[in-house]
Every structure is written in structure tokens, then in C-alpha cells.
């Protein structure tokens, strides 16, 4: 990937949390980072824009001061942009390798807080985009535990994180971008991958016999077994060294991967960037995972 690594940040605890994952992935893979700061009230006749401008200047400022200590390999550049969050995020994305945002944490329904911007960006972004649960960065841990009660008042805590990276896979529409991303991000952190593909059989004919149920059923989990194994095995050979365990799972493909997936270092779906007739969207699958998987989510457009 040529094109920089893209945060949408706006001085926000999740935002820094955001741009410190993407700090490092910066370093990973060796690209520089662009810290985007966009106003929706970007009219110059506004009241005290001048002084909100300038405020966020400041978070950009120290922002780009922190990562370059913490980083100093990366290049970190900070810009403002006079437009909507949304447009200017998905103008970057056409020439970002990566978008990433951060989330404010989990609600009373235990789900990720995933503001319009984000969702606007998640459904229509050319490039891949992460989703960072704001918890998910160490440093940010105490601001906010806040976030993240039952609705009983009690902490919500994730499982602990598994150094993994998982990846869900639709076998009707595996997408080559989806597969060589997971793959890359694997290998690149030097971390086992497991693929995920969630299936449901075919009600069975109610007048068929008990036995031919059975044998049908095996018959049907074999072939999306070998499905599954004939989609990752031309990726397997481009990365001989990763680790990569195939994973077939019965049930519905959202829950099913949510339950599965646990807390890896990092979440890939895809989402298919054709627009249906109500415009781009989440499908199920990617929306379950950025609004309830504890772990940063990628969601990767492909054809």
C-alpha cells in the first residue's frame, strides 16, 4: 500500500486513541501518517470560529508532538480541512491506504457507539477502514471505563486479547482485497491468522429419512470445507510462513462471527462496494462486528 494511513481526528480521547493504533500500524508497514481535522462549521462569519480553529490546531499540535516521540520513524503531518467530517474522510480515502476512527466505547446495549460520521464512512470509503474502540489503546484505558458499564452499572470486560488476527470470510463473495489484507496484516505483525466462514445447510426435505439427512449433511459440510480451503489456498502460498487455521462455524453469519471472533489483535470483513438501490451500506456482517467485537475492526471494500 502507497497511500498514507488516514485518521479522522478531532481532539477526542477516542480520536488519539485512534491515532496511536495508527501510529504504529503506520510503522508496520512503513507509510507515513496524516492526522485530518475537518470543521462542519467551517464558514468564516461564524461566531468564534476563528477560536475554534485555533483550539484545534493545538490538539493537532500536540497530537503530532506525541507520536512523533513515540514513534520517530513514522512521518506524522496534521492538516485542517474546511469541509463536513464526512466528505473530507471520504475524499482521503481515495488516496489513503488506510482510514482509521475511533468509537467512544461500548453503550448499555454493549455495542460500539458508532457516530453518523463514522457509519457515513464505514458504508462508502474506497480504501479500507478500522473501526478503534477507544479502550482498545491502553493509555486511554481510566478516561474511559466510563463507557463501558452493563446496564446494570457494572464494567463491561472483554475477553482478554488473543494475538491473532481474524478474519470472517463470505464464501459467496470472498473478495481478493478482503483475503490480501488479512493476510498482510497478519504476517506483517507476525501473528497467526484464522479464517472464519459461517455457513447454514439447507432445510432437509421433511418426507427424506433420518439417514439420508445425515449423509447429505456431511456431504454438504465437506464441500464448503473444501470451499473454504480452495478460497485461502492460493493466499497460503504467497504467505508460506503464516500460521493460518480454517474455521467453519454453523449459524447466523453475524452472531456467529461476533461470538467466534473473541478479542483478536485485529477484525477484517469486507463490505461490497457495489451500491444497491438505497445507496452504499453496512452489510449484517460488517455491522455486528463494528458494533459489537471489543477489538479494532477493519472493514475492507472489494468488487
Known sequence: MAGPITVGFDGSPQSLAAARWAAREAELRGARLE?????????????????????????L????TE????????????????ATAVDTLLEASGRASMVVLGSRGLGMLRGFLVGSVSQHVLARASCPVVLVRAR????????????D?????????PAERT???????????????????????????????????CWRPPTGDEYRSFTAIAGMDEELTAGEQQRLADAIAPWREKYPDLEVSPALLRGSAAATLVEAAGRPDLLVVGRRSRR?????????????????VHSPVAVVPHG
Open 136 to 147: 482498545d489503546e491502553p493509555a486511554d484505558r481510566t478516561a474511559d471505563e466510563a463507557a
Open 149 to 157: 458499564k452493563t446496564p446494570d452499572g457494572t464494567p463491561d470486560e
Open 35 to 59: 492526522l485530518v481535522q475537518a470543521w462542519p462549521w467551517a464558514a468564516p462569519h461564524l461566531l468564534a470560529a476563528d477560536d475554534a480553529v485555533a483550539e484545534g490546531r493545538r490538539w
Open 276 to 292: 444497491g438501490a438505497l445507496g452504499s451500506r453496512l452489510g449484517p456482517v460488517a455491522h455486528a462486528a463494528v458494533h459489537h
Open 163 to 197: 494475538a491473532e488476527v481474524v478474519l470472517g470470510l463470505d464464501l459467496d463473495r470472498p473478495g481478493d482485497e478482503v483475503l490480501g489484507f488479512a493476510f498482510e496484516a497478519a504476517a506483517l505483525r507476525g501473528m497467526p491468522l484464522r479464517v472464519i466462514h
Open 61 to 64: 499540535n500536540h497530537a503530532e
Open 67 to 82: 507520536l512523533r516521540a513515540m514513534l520517530p520513524e513514522v512521518e506524522v503531518t496534521g492538516t485542517q480541512i474546511p
